[in-house]
């Protein structure tokens, strides 16, 4: 874990997107972990999540607080046409919000879920082939590749996916199916 940390320091300081192997403290897989880091505005963090969902061959779990992305959801939509498993878990203010894409993605047939049982579900997670997770403070919305200060981890890592499979799990257990908010005409 020490030189997980180092590493993402060493990059924190020298800025872009780029893949590092983990040195001996790796998890015990059968290939040692790595990770990509990006940061924005304007760092292409959204071209990375799209290239690592679109690397996806099995499964694809999000835990999202806002996903207003179209690239990304459109992502998402590609990988179920493709025959990923893509499931989503959002948090209940996506279920009003004007450009949540949450009924895109269960148009698509997705199974979208509303965990509401936390004043936030803060998360920004997925969790990809069981060994793949994008996380950090990088919610899944234009916003936060072209205007806000955010940070974005791509982590291939087999035991750290499945803490965040677990963790996705738990809330999912307690979320509720996705059901769109019909506005009343006046």
Request: charged share 20%.
């Amino acid at each position: 874990m020490r030189y997980l940390l180092l590493g993402l320091l060493s990059a924190l300081l020298a800025g872009g997107c780029r893949e590092e192997p983990r040195g001996a403290a790796s998890a015990p897989t059968s290939q040692p972990a790595s990770w990509r880091v990006c940061f924005s505005p304007r760092g292409d963090c959204t071209r990375l999540i799209i290239e690592t969902i679109a690397a996806a061959r099995a499964g694809i779990l999000v835990q999202a607080y806002s996903l207003t992305s179209r690239p990304i959801a459109q992502a998402l939509i590609d990988a179920h046409q493709r025959g990923v498993s893509v499931a989503v878990l959002l948090d209940t203010s996506q279920r009003t919000e004007r450009q949540a894409l949450a009924a895109v993605l269960a148009e698509a047939a997705i199974p979208v879920f509303i965990d509401a049982a936390h004043r936030i579900a803060h998360n920004k997670v997925m969790v990809i082939d069981d060994d793949t997770v994008i996380t950090g403070s990088f919610n899944f919305t234009r916003s936060a590749e072209e205007a806000n200060a955010e940070n974005l981890l791509v982590i291939h890592d087999r035991a750290l996916a499945q803490r965040y499979r677990d963790n996705w799990d738990l809330h999912r257990r307690h979320a509720a199916p996705y059901r769109a908010v019909r506005s009343t005409p006046s």
